[in-house]
């Protein structure tokens, strides 16, 4: 009887594309780290512009190569919410390398949402 050993391989920067990852204060800067563009949704639970936004963000990163999506809820990650200076939710991020190539703030319509998406996603 054979035995089956799963393998893992480690590198610095991954390719989640069109993954949504859920974020912790502890976990964001891994999260963030890879080689595509990363949207970073801020929200909370109790924000319904925030739950309006959330499945036309979900479609617009999956349908859209070289992005991933990194989910961060203000409540739970008040450190990684402070390091943005996030005054108003939904806010969503572009971030490139870790750093800012673009932001919106509002549930804004589908069609601008996924434009904005495609505006900053990793070109292969």
């Known amino acids: 009887?054979?035995?089956?050993?799963?393998?893992?391989?480690q590198t610095s920067a991954r390719f989640l594309n069109g993954?949504?990852?859920?974020?912790?204060?502890?976990t964001f800067q891994k999260l963030i780290s890879v080689k595509e563009t990363v949207i970073v949704d801020f929200h909370a639970e109790w924000c319904r512009p925030c739950h309006m936004l959330d499945p036309i963000i979900r479609d617009a990163v999956k349908s859209t190569s070289g992005t991933t999506l990194v989910r961060v809820d203000v409540d739970e990650?008040?450190?990684?919410?402070?390091?943005?200076?996030?005054?108003?939710i939904p806010a969503v991020f572009a971030l490139k390398n870790g750093d800012v190539a673009g932001n919106f703030v509002g549930a804004l319509p589908k069609n601008a949402v996924k434009e904005f998406v495609e505006s900053h996603a990793t070109k292969a």
């Open 1 to 9: 009887m054979s035995q089956f050993m799963p393998r893992s391989f």
């Open 77 to 88: 990650c008040p450190e990684t919410a402070a390091k943005y200076k996030i005054a108003s």
């Open 19 to 26: 993954q949504v990852n859920d974020a912790s204060d502890a």
